[in-house]
């Protein structure tokens, strides 16, 4: 049965059916092209294959990554860039980190290396120190009963021993009175002449003098109370020092300086003596009351330890200077007599503990100071006589708010009790 109808005309088509495509059996004529014969397939897939083709096509919008206007909950490409961008900025970071960490790593080696060196070296060191030690033979102590104590000589306290005067066989030393103000011409022999003009008369007195016309002198020096004569032999030295007749020769109350041996005698009694008017008479006193006269021991010199503004109390600390070590180391070890008063505080005369007031420092007195000088009330770098009146004190020891060498002071170098 033909459904496009014969010549009785075209059929009915039931309800709900729908028409067919029509066929070349229908009256109207349909042309047909080879795009209607191909499978027909979805436009995305139909558009990548005419790109295949080389026909251009639309960009497609990807429905996960879409640009522009709101991205409902999607992640866009701007998010993916940022991101990235992060993702770099940290494993930048991370790489600068890493890189310190290695260098701090590469330091701390070779710092560990450093320290085993000087370990290594230490403990060669101490392996010395012991085969030295180990070589070296060591007396045992001996363990005295106290009765062997009370009754034999103590042993000697190196802290308690007198300086000896450094040996100089060549040298003699001489002191004069000071200079007068009218001898301007150097003239007359006194302190502090010239080296020439003292060489000249120095060596006048020694060629006038029959005992020492025949000594020889190689050179000249000046000291705080006079000179100090050096002979080119220890015999010219000799005969200088035994003579007193070119001493004479120089007038001007001139006398060899023998060595002296200084003691510190603490809270002695003012009281008993009067220096200032007859220091000889104390002198005497301290001879008779601990028979120094029986064992050929003189008292040379005798001084208060103080400061020269700061008055006398009822006791104070007294400087006591001997002809010889052995009379200073006597009266150490065995005390002295004032006034019937058994004083045992006694211990050496030490240059050490007396500040020169020059620099405001320990070791030597102002005379031979060649430090920068400094004051002793404000610490600062001028003569404490030309200090400013009312200027705040400051301590150059402790950097105080008080005069350096203050009693109160806790910080002094070299603290004594006569500074």
């Known amino acids: 049965v033909c459904r496009a109808g014969t010549s009785l005309g075209p059929m009915a088509i039931p309800a709900g059916v729908t028409e067919p495509h029509p066929t070349n059996t229908q009256e109207t004529a349909t042309i047909f092209s080879d795009y209607d014969f191909r499978p027909r397939i979805p436009a995305a897939r139909k558009r990548r294959r005419r790109g295949l083709d080389g026909e251009e096509n639309e960009p497609i919008a990807n429905p996960e990554f879409a640009t522009g206007g709101e991205s409902n909950g999607r992640v866009t490409n701007q998010d993916v860039r940022q991101y990235f961008n992060s993702f770099n900025e940290?494993?930048?970071?991370?790489?600068?980190?890493?890189?310190?960490?290695?260098?701090?790593?590469?330091e701390l080696k070779a710092e560990q290396q450093l320290l085993r060196t000087h370990n290594k070296e230490l403990q060669e060191e101490i392996e010395a120190l012991r085969a030295k030690l180990e070589a070296q033979p060591l007396n045992a102590p001996v363990n005295r009963s106290w009765a062997e104590v009370a009754a034999g000589n103590p042993q000697p306290?190196?802290?308690?021993?007198?300086?000896r005067p450094r040996k100089e066989p060549n040298c003699v030393r001489i002191s004069t009175a000071p200079t007068l103000d009218q001898d301007v011409d150097n003239d007359r022999f006194s302190r502090a002449l010239p080296t020439e003009a003292a060489n000249t008369h120095i060596r006048t007195a020694l060629l006038n003098a029959e005992t020492t016309k025949e000594v020889q002198v190689a050179g000249i020096g000046t000291t705080k109370t006079g000179y100090v004569i050096r002979f080119r032999d220890t015999q010219s030295a000799e005969t200088a020092r035994n003579s007193t007749e070119w001493l004479e020769e120089l007038g001007n109350n001139t006398k060899v300086v023998k060595p002296r041996f200084g003691i510190v005698v603490h809270r002695v009694p003012t009281e008993d003596f009067e220096l200032e008017g007859n220091k000889k008479q104390g002198i005497e006193k301290i001879m008779a009351e601990n028979d120094l006269h029986d064992k050929k021991f003189r008292v040379e010199d005798i001084a208060w330890l103080k400061?020269?503004?700061?008055?006398?109390?009822?006791?104070?600390?007294?400087?006591?200077?001997?002809d010889s070590p052995e009379a200073a180391e006597w009266i150490i070890d065995n005390g002295i007599l004032v006034g019937q008063r058994f004083i045992g505080s006694v211990e050496p005369y030490r240059v050490e503990k007396k500040r020169c007031r020059r620099c405001q420092q320990f070791g030597h007195l102002a005379w031979s100071?060649?430090?920068?000088?400094?004051?002793?009330?404000?610490?600062?770098?001028?003569d404490q006589r030309h200090c400013f009146p009312g200027i705040r004190p400051r301590c150059s020891d402790c950097n105080g708010e008080h005069p350096t060498g203050d009693r109160a002071c806790q910080a002094s170098p070299n603290p004594s009790p006569f500074q």
Do not use: F, Y
């Open 90 to 106: 940290a494993l930048k970071h991370q790489t600068e980190i890493i890189e310190t960490v290695r260098a701090e790593v590469q």
């Open 157 to 163: 306290n190196p802290a308690r021993t007198v300086p």
């Open 307 to 322: 400061k020269r503004d700061m008055p006398l109390g009822k006791s104070a600390s007294m400087g006591v200077w001997l």
């Open 369 to 382: 100071c060649k430090e920068r000088v400094k004051c002793g009330h404000c610490a600062g770098h001028h």
